[in-house]
Structures are given as C-alpha cells and as structure tokens.
C-alpha cells in the first residue's frame, strides 16, 4: 500500500491498517500535541484506533510546539 505522509510518499507492506496502526510505525513514542488530518479532514485522536487508511491516502501530521 502506498500513502502520502505529510507530502512524502511511503509505501507498507499490508493492505491497509488504522491511524493508530500507522503512527505505531512511524514513532516510537508518539509526541503530545499532535493533530492529524485524513484526506483533508481532521480526525480526532480518540478515533485514530479505529479509523482505517487506505491505498493513496494522504495524512498530514502537525505537531504542537511552543516558542516566544
């Protein structure tokens, strides 16, 4: 399966997992403040265990920092 990842293509070897799933393989810790969109559309993180990716999705993940 092939997603867009933040503007970067990457490919897994299944035929499609949940949110959850995928940020489990990316970090191996997952940073607070963290928000994601699925195609466009902002999917809160109680539903991230639950909500599948699927072939070509595009997923956007903004972390929360702080400055001054």
Known sequence: ?????????????????????????????????MALALNNTVVPKNQWPVTPVRENDQLLLIIATQGG
């Open 1 to 33: 399966m092939t997603i867009t990842l933040n503007d970067v293509l990457k490919t897994f070897d299944t035929e499609s997992f949940t949110v959850q799933a995928l940020l489990d393989l990316e970090f191996s810790d997952i940073p607070k403040g």
